[in-house]
């Protein structure tokens, strides 16, 4: 069955510093891989994915991750917060040649320091 | 183009009774879904559409829970009855097709708390 693992499930940063959020997943077959955003009383939001070809993939507000097949991992990151990056962080997986659903991580909260 | 729409924004009942979420998708997203989201955890799929009919309903906890996708576009979720592990956020999501790269488009969410 599939999993994913977030670490930290609060990580505090100042504001300008380098942010990292660990998500490693467990899969038979490589994955589809996400991530996603969640604003206070509101939806998720797509950040990023992963499907196949490039492993550095880029997505909206600044932030990137990494596939790391051979570490399965898919960390996200910024090189520099900013205080309107505080929110919670979801890492979530879809298998291949399944119907597909995603399955998330527990969250990651972010929070940024004056 | 309009989001995922989602009513109501919260609710609160009483256990034992009973309580209906609905959700329209973003126009001609063929596939819905409703996550339940309980507090200090990621959604948990319950149920998902392709148009009007159910692909996948493993996660849903057909003893109390319901729901449906007349005419392939709104879509209602019941609880009945609901007992008190009900509270949360529940999520709707819609997508394009069925592919699993596609990216899901999520709605404000419920907010449901079950005293």
């Known amino acids: 069955a599939q999993s994913v693992t977030q670490l930290g499930s609060h990580v505090s940063v100042s504001e300008g510093a380098l942010v990292l959020l660990r998500c490693n997943y467990s899969s038979s077959v490589p994955p589809y891989l996400f991530w996603y955003v969640q604003y206070p009383n509101q939806g998720l939001q797509l950040l990023l994915k992963?499907?196949?070809?490039?492993?550095l993939v880029k997505g909206i507000n600044g932030f990137e991750a990494e596939f790391k097949k051979s570490e399965t991992s898919f960390h996200l990151t910024k090189p520099s917060a900013h205080m309107s990056d505080a929110a919670e962080y979801f890492c979530a997986v879809t298998k291949r040649g399944s119907q597909g659903n995603l399955i998330f991580g527990k969250g990651t909260k972010l929070s940024v320091k004056p | 183009e309009a989001g995922v729409a989602q009513s109501p924004r919260y609710k609160i009942i009483e256990k034992r009774q009973s309580v209906a979420f609905w959700c329209n998708p973003i126009s001609g997203h063929a596939t819905l879904y409703w996550y339940q989201q309980i507090l200090g955890q990621g959604p948990k799929l319950l149920i998902q559409?392709?148009?009007?009919?159910?692909?996948?309903d493993s996660q849903l906890p057909k003893d109390r829970f319901s729901a449906e996708r007349l005419k392939g576009v709104d879509s209602t979720l019941k609880i009945q009855p609901a007992k008190l592990e009900d509270s949360a956020v529940y999520l709707c999501a819609s997508s394009s097709g069925q592919l699993l790269q596609e990216t899901q488009y999520f709605g404000p969410g419920t907010r449901l708390l079950v005293l």
């Open positions: 559409f392709q148009n009007n009919g159910v692909v996948d």
């Open positions: 992963y499907t196949t070809g490039a492993t």
